[in-house]
């Protein structure tokens, strides 16, 4: 944890981290930008010394082992749906405080922080910050967010941020002058710092300038009542939620503290990003970041990145891509002008059926919350045929646990459960009383129905779809139908949240490689988004106002041991409440893993410089490219 209280110690470790406390021996002359020249020659921009903060973020790249860049060129990269202009965010990957590529948790746009017990956070504002239109960036930010947003019943009507509500109670937050936000609590919150550093942030500040004029405590109500009319919807709190998009990055209107800013309005084949002229990080000779001026973003179907990506049409790709594209993608590189790196990847699973525990057919609900069956479905999988047609050989056949990068890796687990034993699989089976069969050898249920497991897909990734196969061909030895139906990503998940989906299959947990740090509550049911609970996850989103509360012993467990870590005062019980943990997720396999670590294949142009060889692909932690820190990139000619 970084204290203000302790300078020399913030400033070595910055440095090996390749970050700088600026000071005036090591501040360096800051040179103007050549893209926004002409803007501030005609006075409609202050030149790069009235932009920055007075002590910007000194990135220095040679102790980064990286190469200083020079400015311009744009960057061409693809995705598939129109929303997800929103990965401008997670690349760009500015935050209050983030992890650098060792996973600490560092400062970024907050100048400093100080962490008292987990009770007590004092963040420190950089002075002379500014959002992308010019306004400051001060406490004010913070206030406006805290009072006027969180705290509005009209704008917020389930009050603050749940990652803010500890032991029921929510934090006192003061403003003692503009550079300075504080938040406390009367118990530890040891997840705050980490939550502010993740792929999808919490913003806990809001452009106030730029929103006052859409608040009824702030707005001339005249002027208020037409703009709400002009937008078409139905109040003040509307329009103001519309246009508060800083995670969604639709509204180009919206200021912003991200390397580039929106420069495109409505939807679009092709949506144009450029370089913020105020952003807050330089490197140690003065040229102000992103190196790269423009990115431009084009969404294309899900079935044509690949191709795209071939035919040079990319210059920086990792999302739309799977393994099953790297041979083509190699055959490409001298054409295309590419080459195609292989990353880690950071999920627990690559791919993992979700038996869905809150089911809402009785008799199948029953079948699926037997551990022995949940065993013999995991059993009866031959992960090693699916590692050598999928990937061959190069992931790791495994259950879902952490990676062995994680300092909570345990061989037992990631391999319980998960060798292919068909004649205990069969055993398991009988042993939970379905012995009956029908005369294609598949068994009965209780009622009398055959055991025609559904398991449902979203249908983006071949590679889902070709394990399911071989896991089909499998169960038949074990007498399960697998039914495989592919469903659009949305229509899925509101089948599994509503109870009316017997199995789904996705990745396993975001986090594969946690640390002491780092909460545990993805491993309880207080999130609908783990599949094999919406149900339970529903009800602690709630407060028990929708869903079903745990009636499960261990899944009542996980949510006792989450808590003991959010209380706890030590890396010692934290780690004591995530051993546990994963213990009884090996045990109970509330997800059937298949592999993991399986290579991502990552594009990148030849001309591009500084991207990482070797590195991880993972969302949580690291926002994809994000903590690879794409504003260092550059265009070598």
Do not use: C
Not at 220 to 241: G, I, Q, T
Not at 613 to 618: F, L, N, T, Y
Request: aromatic residues 10%.
């Amino acid at each position: 944890m970084f204290k203000t209280t302790r300078p020399l110690i913030l400033a070595a470790m910055l440095a090996l981290t390749g970050m700088l406390p600026a000071t005036a021996e090591t501040f360096p002359t800051p040179q103007e930008s050549a893209f926004w020249s002409a803007e501030v020659e005609a006075g409609n921009l202050p030149p790069i010394e009235e932009r920055i903060p007075k002590e910007p973020l000194i990135v220095d790249l040679a102790a980064k082992g990286r190469e200083f860049g020079t400015q311009g060129g744009t960057l061409r990269t693809m995705v598939t749906r129109s929303k997800d202009i929103r990965q401008m965010v997670v690349y760009g990957y500015a935050r209050l405080v983030g992890f650098n590529q060792d996973y600490e948790i560092v400062p970024d746009l907050l100048a400093s922080f100080e962490n008292e017990d987990n009770r007590k956070f004092t963040l420190k504002l950089r002075e002379g910050h500014k959002w992308s239109d010019g306004s400051p960036f001060t406490s004010e930010d913070f206030r406006y967010w805290w009072e006027e947003v969180a705290n509005n019943e009209l704008l917020s009507p389930s009050g603050p941020l749940e990652f803010l509500i500890v032991e029921g109670k929510s934090p006192t937050v003061t403003f003692p002058d503009e550079t300075t936000v504080i938040f406390e609590w009367e118990d530890p919150n040891p997840d705050f710092l980490q939550t502010l550093a993740n792929a999808r942030p919490p913003f806990i500040y809001r452009p106030s300038a730029f929103l006052k004029q859409y608040h009824e405590k702030y707005a001339d109500p005249e002027e208020l009542a037409f703009l709400v009319e002009d937008a078409r919807v139905k109040s003040w709190a509307a329009l103001h939620n519309k246009l508060d998009n800083l995670y969604k990055f639709d509204n180009h209107e919206l200021p912003t503290l991200q390397p580039w800013l929106n420069a495109s309005s409505g939807k679009k084949i092709r949506h144009n990003f450029v370089r913020n002229p105020y952003y807050h990080r330089i490197d140690s000779n003065g040229v102000q970041l992103p190196y790269i001026d423009v990115v431009e973003m084009e969404i294309v179907a899900p079935g044509l990145v690949a191709a795209k990506t071939n035919a040079g049409e990319s210059d920086l790709q990792g999302r739309g891509l799977a393994f099953r594209d790297a041979s083509i993608l190699k055959k490409g590189e001298a054409q295309g002008g590419y080459k195609t790196l292989l990353w880690k990847t950071g999920v627990a699973s690559q791919v993992a059926i979700y038996p869905n525990l809150n089911f809402a057919d009785d008799v199948w609900r029953d079948v699926l919350r037997d551990v022995r069956v949940r065993r013999a479905l995991s059993l009866g999988i031959d992960r090693k045929t699916i590692n050598q047609a999928l990937y061959f050989k190069l992931a790791r056949p495994a259950a879902m646990s952490v990676l062995p990068a994680s300092p909570f890796y345990n061989e037992e687990n990631a391999e319980a459960w998960a060798q292919y034993d068909i004649d205990q699989a069969n055993a398991l089976l009988d042993e939970a009383g379905l012995t009956q069969r029908d005369k294609n050898g598949i068994r009965l249920l209780p009622d009398g129905r055959p055991m025609e497991l559904i398991i449902e897909t979203a249908g983006e990734r071949q590679e889902v779809e070709n394990a399911l196969q071989i896991v089909t061909d499998n169960w038949r030895e074990i007498g399960v139908k697998l039914v495989m139906r592919p469903l659009d990503r949305d229509i899925l998940r509101n089948r599994v949240f509503a109870g009316n989906s017997m199995a789904s299959v996705w990745f396993g947990w975001d986090d594969g490689i946690p640390q002491a740090h780092t909460s545990p509550a993805y491993l309880a049911p207080t999130d609908q988004v783990f599949l094999a609970w919406p149900k339970w996850g529903q009800y602690y989103q709630t407060k028990g106002e929708v869903g079903e509360a745990p009636d499960m012993p261990e899944a009542e467990r996980l949510m006792e041991l989450a808590h003991d870590w959010e209380i706890a005062t030590s890396d010692e019980e934290r780690t004591a409440a995530w051993t546990e943990m994963l213990k009884i997720h090996a045990d109970q396999l509330y997800a059937i893993g298949i592999l993991n670590g399986a290579p991502q294949p990552v594009v990148v142009s030849n001309r591009l410089r500084n991207v990482p060889e070797q590195a991880m692909w993972a969302w949580e932690p690291g926002a994809h490219f994000g903590i690879h820190r794409p504003d260092e990139f550059f265009f070598a000619d």
